[in-house]
């Protein structure tokens, strides 16, 4: 016999053979914690660990610049295209935590919504490539 066996019923012999049990718990060991560990573990999980980390941008993601709202209409004047054919870019990304001004256009309460984002990455050929993506709240282009 391979591995092991909770039931009394494979006695070889009517000897119990020596494997330990199987990964199965026995009926005497509770599957899950009392109440008492169950709400412990819960309030531990609730309770904040301290102070938010701040965003530290990984070195391979490009900077990211939100453009202004009159950047943005030059920008699409000076590219020929309407803003729907661009690539998108989610409000909720994290490059976009790249911007120092990010935060403070969000905590401002100031609408970024089909606005341009400027992204600036290095290029063995042109030197730097820039791209710029539409920002919006969700995949579908809301």
Known sequence: MVGGSNERSCLIGGIAPDVPPGPYPTPEAPVSPSASR??????????????????????LAPPHEILSEEETRTTLDTLGTAPERL??????????????????????????????????RPSATAGEAIAYRLIVTSVGGD
């Open 87 to 120: 690539p998108k870019i989610l409000l909720t990304d994290p490059g976009l935590k790249t911007d120092p001004r990010y935060e403070a256009l969000r905590g401002s309460g100031e609408n970024l919504l089909g606005r341009l984002v400027r992204v600036r």
């Open 38 to 59: 169950r709400s412990r573990s819960r309030a531990a999980a609730a309770k904040p660990s301290g102070p938010a980390r701040p965003f530290v941008a990984h070195h």
